[in-house]
């Protein structure tokens, strides 16, 4: 697998609280450069960077960041802002109080609500593998199939723990075939950014691949 085959496949990130403009347009001309599939940035810079760099950028952002207990109306509201001020991809995180309350169903009307908000954009689900159970995560791979959404994504970056190859495993087996997987969360070396792609992921989320693969787009790695 050559470097650049895997920056396609990065949503190359930048969502530090501190995150300074002159951060976030070396982040975007990176993407350029390199060929990334997105850029994922907070949502006070959509406007800005689409009014730089156009819409040639793929621009993704975060709603319900990182915790998630925003209400529903809150992550709607936040949602449609994000897609008029450009984001191609919104990636929002659930309610985890509503997992650990066993209330599946207000997950899955919360995500549908999202995705009526982004219409044909990108929905990427963050359920945060950290904190869950085993069943936990089966039972959202299920909510987050029935619900519509494009993605499910494995964690914020911003919790105890990151992507693990086992939780990548477990939600292949029980996500529908219409939803893919986003890896994101701690993820520092190709090697493990190519096993992800191998265990079936669709996307990384990651800041360190660009300074990891841009010496190395033609290379095998």
Known sequence: MKGSAILTKVDHTLLQPTATWEEIQELCEQAIVYKTASICIPPCYIARVRETFGPALNIGTVIGFPLGYDTTETKVAAAKQAVKNGAAEVDMVINLSDVKNGDLNKITTEIMAVK??????ILKVIIETCYLEDDEKIALCQAVTQAGADYIKTSTGFGPGGATHSDVQLLKQHIGPEVKIKAAGGIRTIADMKQYLTEGCDRIGA????????DKQDSDV
């Open 207 to 214: 800041s360190a691949a660009v300074k990891l693969l841009k």
């Open 116 to 121: 009526k908000a982004v219409g044909h954009k």
